[in-house]
Nanobody
Framework: QVQLVESGGGLVQPGGSLRLSCAAS????????MGWYRQAPGKQRDLVAR???????NYADSVKGRFTISRDNAKNTVSLRMDSLKPEDTAVYFC??????????????WGQGTQVTVSS
């Protein structure tokens, strides 16, 4: 059984910062990429930031310069540092990992989601 467990969401004022963390555990052969997606009420789930096993990153245009993704390959963890938060960043944030769990394929796995609310 593979799990992605997230932590670090919460309520923050505009301009504030939060750090999200996600740990993957279970029968994991390899992780190609880890990342964060978010979904606001009534909207689709969109990519926020992603990092591959060689450290290549990509970010949504709306968060470039404000969010920083990092990864610890040895610990199977990924973190998202969010600065200069805006009300429009409010959403449920989901951890994602593209992993081989013994199937010889890289499949998508998801965490349960953590709420981030930016409001004064």
């Amino acid at each position: 059984q593979v799990q992605l467990v997230e932590s670090g969401g919460g309520l923050v004022q505009p301009g504030g910062s939060l750090r999200l963390s996600c740990a993957a555990s279970g029968r994991i052969f390899s992780i190609y990429a880890m990342g964060w997606y978010r979904q606001a009420p009534g909207k689709q789930r969109d990519l926020v930031a992603r990092i591959t096993s060689d450290g290549t990153t990509n970010y949504a245009d709306s968060v470039k310069g404000r969010f920083t993704i990092s990864r610890d390959n040895a610990k199977n963890t990924v973190s998202l540092r969010m600065d200069s938060l805006k009300p429009e960043d409010t959403a449920v944030y989901f951890c994602n990992a593209v992993m081989d769990t013994g199937t010889h394929r890289h499949d998508d796995y998801w965490g349960q989601g953590t709420q981030v609310t930016v409001s004064s």
